[in-house]
């Protein structure tokens, strides 16, 4: 908590590359971070108990879009097309959510501790699920409860910080505290009194996190919230930069920091709701991915939000494709993201404390 509490002053102004080769090879990057994502996706929809070829998989998708001959079997377009595609687009646009929303997240707090659980609207959507699986209202009902109730603690949160007296960032992270502890008790109370043997395993297996019952529609669904709160938070990264200076700063440049880190919030919220809406809570993604993208591009936030969008989109669909590859019966991905995320963050800290931001 006290690092968190302490982070008004954690990260310096974020450096910027100064010549033009700099520059260029920092934005070059991006197109190159874009094509492993793509390459990952291809290995992703050619991976699975029925094996296809990625050369054919490749040719399916142009034929979806230019008259070539077909050389694929309807089988495996099937498996491609129906099965998998869905997955795959869920998994990018989670994990591309989620990675640039802790990105957008450890820029307004200045601290690089902080990721879209911080805030609370993972343990709130995470209640409005919980809730949809233990009443049976079906699928439609726990995206919605899921948004729904996400949205509620952001309220929650923001009003905690408008109305207790001391730093408007300290007051957040405190409200975010409190309101992921209220939710958290209420998602363990459901799940003390849901049915033991047709319930509980279903909430369980949701709050550790699946894409297993991905679908076009909840693409759909995903991509709505997730859309918007990308767009907001990426035409306003250069604000970003400003706000990384300190609120005095930003207000002197003609950048107002509360009005801004509001609207940047409620963009983060977008995101983790219609995230965890159709994914369950996945965690540590919001908090490695950008510092990988750090090590890779630096912390201008004009380059470093657009590369944890594509980093934190390759890196969650790479997890999924092992999670349901790795065993007969799918792991979780909240188990994998853990057991991944938590060592490379440790060896982060400790190799690399200047280049993401924590001091000598």
């Known amino acids: 908590m006290s690092s968190l509490a302490e982070s008004t002053a954690v990260e310096p102004s974020p ?58 079997y309807p089988q495996e377009a099937s498996a ?49 699920g919980v809730l949809a699986l233990v009443l049976s209202l079906g699928s439609a009902a726990l995206v919605g409860g899921a948004f729904l109730t996400g949205l509620v603690a952001l309220v929650l949160v923001l009003a905690i ?21 209220f939710f958290s008790a209420l998602v363990s109370l ?10 509980l395993p279903a909430v369980t297996f949701w709050l550790l996190g699946s894409l297993a019952t991905a679908s076009y529609g909840k693409v759909l669904v995903a991509a709505v919230p997730i859309g918007l709160g990308v767009v907001i938070a990426l035409a306003l990264r250069w604000r970003l930069n400003i706000l990384s200076l300190g609120e005095e700063d930003a207000a002197a440049l003609g950048v107002p920091p509360r009005l801004t880190r509001n ?14 809406a159709v994914s369950g809570v996945v965690g540590w993604v919001g908090l490695v991915v950008p510092h990988i993208c750090r090590l890779i591009v630096g912390s201008d936030h004009r380059v470093l939000l657009p590369a944890s969008l594509l980093v934190g989109a390759g890196y969650l669909l790479l997890i999924d494709t092992l999670s349901r590859s790795l ?26 404390r200047k280049q993401v931001g924590l001091g000598d």
């Not at 990675?99 to 820029?107: M, P």
């Not at 910080?161 to 502890?181: E, H, I, Q």
């Not at 459901?190 to 319930?199: G, K, N, Q």
Request: aromatic share 6%.
């Open 80 to 128: 491609v097309l129906d099965v998998r595609m869905p997955r795959v687009l869920l998994a990018l646009l989670v994990g591309g959510g989620l990675a640039l929303g802790g990105a957008v997240l450890q820029g307004v707090f200045r601290n690089p501790l902080v990721s879209p659980e911080v805030i609370g609207v993972s343990a709130g959507a995470s209640f409005g």
């Open 161 to 181: 910080a408008r109305l207790a007296s001391g730093s408007p960032l300290l007051m957040v992270v405190l409200g975010g505290v409190v309101v992921s502890a």
């Open 190 to 199: 459901l799940s003390f009194v849901a049915d033991p043997y047709e319930t």
């Open 263 to 276: 609207v940047l919030l409620v963009a983060v919220a977008l995101i983790a709701a219609g995230a965890v």
């Open 327 to 352: 065993t007969s019966s799918e792991l979780p991905l909240g188990i994998l993201t853990a057991i991944i995320g938590a060592p490379f963050f440790i060896l982060l800290l400790s190799r690399f």
């Open 15 to 72: 450096p910027v590359a100064t010549t033009p080769r700099q520059r260029l090879r920092t934005w070059l990057t991006l197109p190159a971070i874009a094509l492993v994502v793509l390459l990952i996706a291809v290995f992703a929809l050619a991976t699975g108990r029925y094996g296809v070829p990625p050369v054919e998989v490749a040719r399916l998708l142009i034929g979806q879009v230019l008259p070539i001959e077909q050389t694929w």
